[in-house]
């Protein structure tokens, strides 16, 4: 069985940081893609960041570029966010999802780890 | 950007009924799209990839149809599990973009 289990979600001060960790079990890790998509509280799904299998293509949306590094650990079949200069705004939960075999989409989802930047 | 626009906002249907919600793109995506279906404090589920193809172990009742700039996801007989709030994206262009989310609720 897929499973995905985020964690390091906490509250912060705006201009903090935090990493968040995404741990993967019951497929090939190092075979697939992995995104991070974050939800704000009572708002739609925002894709935030992309790695490739092997880490060599990575992207980030506007909104977090230069400020969030995405990385992974195939040996440990892990993912990461490191987020500096939290802003109010990145307030949200991330969930981590793998990429589809076929495509772009998000075919497998963690449960998410809440993130809260406030003063 | 990629504009992702689904229609209705809020949809209130009454169980056995047939669903169509609406998603319609700024700019062509092709086939490039997926559907996602989300309950209260849960993650999102992968309905419909590549416009049409249901994941595996999505009910028949939920088909997606449509390309270039107007796709549209249906259920067939809505079932007292299938309230939710359902959301399009397209993957077709970086980067990534999500409609706003239609919300299937209880009349």
Known sequence: ?119 | DIVMTQSPATLSVSPGERVTLSCRASQSVSSNLAWYQQKPGQAPRLLIYGASTRDTGIPGRFSGSGSGTELTLTISSLQSEDFAVYYCQQYHKWPWTFGQGTKVEIK
């Open chain 1, 1 to 119: 069985e897929v499973q995905l289990v985020e964690s390091g979600g906490d509250l912060v001060h705006p201009g903090g940081s935090l990493r968040l960790s995404c741990a993967a079990s019951g497929f090939t890790f190092s075979s697939y893609s992995m995104n991070w998509v974050r939800q704000a509280p009572g708002k739609g799904l925002e894709w935030v960041s992309y790695i490739s299998s092997s880490s060599s293509t990575i992207h980030y949306a506007d909104s977090v570029k230069g400020r969030f590094t995405i990385s992974r650990d195939n040996a440990k079949n892990s993912l990461y966010l490191q987020m500096n200069s939290l802003r109010d705004e990145d307030t949200a939960v991330y969930y981590c999802a793998s990429s589809g075999w076929y495509g772009y989409y998000f075919d497998y989802w963690g449960q998410g780890t809440l993130v809260t930047v406030s003063s």
